[in-house]
């Protein structure tokens, strides 16, 4: 149902073949770009997992499905790839936009501000202790509540890992669901 609801495919040509793709909309259900994750845990050499096609720096992704969600609940979590988005919006927690990557986007931000009587902003990107040595989306973390409370009360910025020591969203999404995915 998720798939069906995001428009998720696999593409089986051109520079996206062999990923499942994931297309991003504006507000208006208009296609801004798409995500392509590539269908095996770990790509071959020279491949990359995650390709996009469009502006990262301009997308709000699922602000098509989720904006009056996030609007009603005045919470947001911000998360590093589509597939964390998915991941949460399979347990129901529906009120996330994505900014590809460790940094939020001037347009992440002031979509963010433009949220009237926003009660909490969640960071939830990778937790990188004992998978990379740089520790790249803890230290992004940090660096964007930092960033984030020169806009905000510091109090209204928490910062939240994937829990059971799970990288990602989707690995522990995969966790949680080992029964299923086998059944």
């Known amino acids: 149902n998720t798939q ?3 428009q998720i495919g696999l593409c089986s040509s051109g ?3 062999s990923r499942y793709i994931v297309p991003w909309f504006n507000k208006n259900g208009d296609l801004t770009g798409m995500t392509g994750r590539y269908y095996k845990d770990f790509p071959t050499e020279g491949i990359v997992k995650w390709r996009h096609e469009g502006r990262t720096s301009e997308a709000l992704f699922p602000i098509h499905l ?3 969600i996030i609007r009603e609940k005045k919470e947001i979590i911000l998360l590093e790839s589509p597939g964390d988005c998915l991941a949460l919006w399979e347990m129901g927690k529906k009120n996330t936009i994505v900014c590809f990557g460790t940094r939020a986007s001037s347009k992440v931000i002031n979509y963010i501000s433009g949220i009237y009587g926003l009660r909490k902003i969640w960071i939830s990107f990778n937790d990188d ?3 990379n040595k740089e520790l790249a989306g803890n ?3 940090i660096k964007l509540k930092k960033k984030l409370s020169k806009l905000f009360n510091e109090e209204k910025i928490g910062i939240v890992f994937p ?3 799970c990288n990602d969203w989707s690995a522990y999404w995969t966790e949680k669901n080992k029964k299923l995915l086998t059944a």
């Open 4 to 6: 069906k609801l995001f």
């Open 15 to 17: 520079k996206l073949r």
């Open 66 to 68: 989720n904006d009056s």
């Open 129 to 131: 202790r004992g998978v």
């Open 139 to 141: 230290c992004a973390a």
């Open 163 to 165: 829990p059971n020591g």
